[in-house]
């Protein structure tokens, strides 16, 4: 009886580390997205250029997708051989997520601050590098982890 109840969640950590951090990248994306087309919309009713860099903060979010999808691939290999990561799927796709949904609130005043400036690209790419970094951590210490 157990056994079958563990049998339903296998694939528990498995959903939630793809999911979670997916769901925070859509939330940091869309989050970049609006203020990059707030930006853009500036530029264009001031007759200016609108900065195409834009899209970088827009779309720096999406990488911790595919942090969850590698640890989800590294997870699946444990549940073949018996094991169950559950806590590792969810608090890991937990933690990629809120790191892709803060970094998109980041890329959203870096693009505000980029289109109403013009300066600062490498500064405001430095602070999104520093938030992927946790999402890093994250995914590198738990691959270290997880079928260990």
Excluded: H, R
Excluded at 96 to 122: I, N, R, Y
């Amino acid at each position: 009886m157990e056994q079958n109840v563990l049998m339903q969640f296998q694939d528990l950590g498995l959903a939630a580390a793809v999911s979670l951090a997916a769901i925070g990248s859509a939330l940091g994306s869309g989050s970049a997205g609006m203020s990059a087309v707030g930006a853009w919309k500036k530029c264009y009713a001031q007759s200016k250029a609108a900065p195409f860099l834009l899209v970088a903060f827009v779309g720096a979010p999406l990488s911790q997708t595919i942090y969850g999808m590698i640890l989800m691939n590294k997870i699946a290999g444990a549940v073949q051989g018996g094991a169950y990561y559950w806590g590792a799927g969810i608090f890991g796709g937990a933690a990629l997520g809120v790191s892709a949904w803060f970094q998109g609130k980041a890329g959203a005043g870096a693009a505000d601050a980029l289109a109403e400036t013009g300066k600062g690209f490498t500064n405001y790419l430095m602070v999104l590098g520093i938030i992927e970094t946790v999402a890093l951590f994250v995914m590198v210490f738990l691959l270290g982890k997880v079928g260990a």
